[in-house]
């Protein structure tokens, strides 16, 4: 059974950090992109960061960039978000994904293979 298991999340005031993590079990995603998208109360949920299998092609929202970093390892499957210089504003459930063609079509949410179940993310001012 492939799984994507989100953790790392919690409550932090503003202009504080939190890594958030992915670990796929189940099979190994050798060639997939990974990234996160999140959805917010209320809100749709929107494309957050992306990245390739080789590392080379990194994507990321315009009201993240400066602020948030992407990163994998290949050998232990995982993915990782740093969030640094958190506002309200980014206070969401948080969605690892995998996506089997790369980080262009990992932007469209309707062309992503694996969802994880989500993770909260609650920053308070």
């Known amino acids: 059974q492939v799984q994507l298991v989100e953790s790392g999340g919690g409550l932090v005031q503003a202009g504080g950090s939190l890594r958030l993590s992915c670990a796929a079990t189940?099979?190994?995603?050798?060639?997939?992109?990974m990234g996160w998208f999140r959805q917010a109360p209320g809100k749709e949920r929107e494309f957050v960061a992306a990245?390739?299998?080789?590392?080379?092609?990194?994507n990321y929202a315009d009201s993240v960039k400066g602020r948030f970093t992407i990163s994998r390892d290949n050998a232990k499957n995982t993915v990782y978000l740093q969030m640094n210089s958190l506002k309200p504003e980014d206070t969401a459930v948080y969605y690892c994904?995998?996506?089997?063609?790369?980080?262009?079509?990992?932007?469209?949410?309707?062309?992503?293979?694996?969802w994880g179940q989500g993770t909260q993310v609650t920053v308070s001012s």
């Open positions: 994904v995998a996506n089997a063609i790369g980080t262009t079509y990992l932007r469209d949410q309707r062309r992503n293979n694996y």
């Open positions: 189940g099979r190994t995603f050798n060639n997939y992109a």
């Open positions: 990245i390739s299998w080789s590392r080379s092609n990194i």
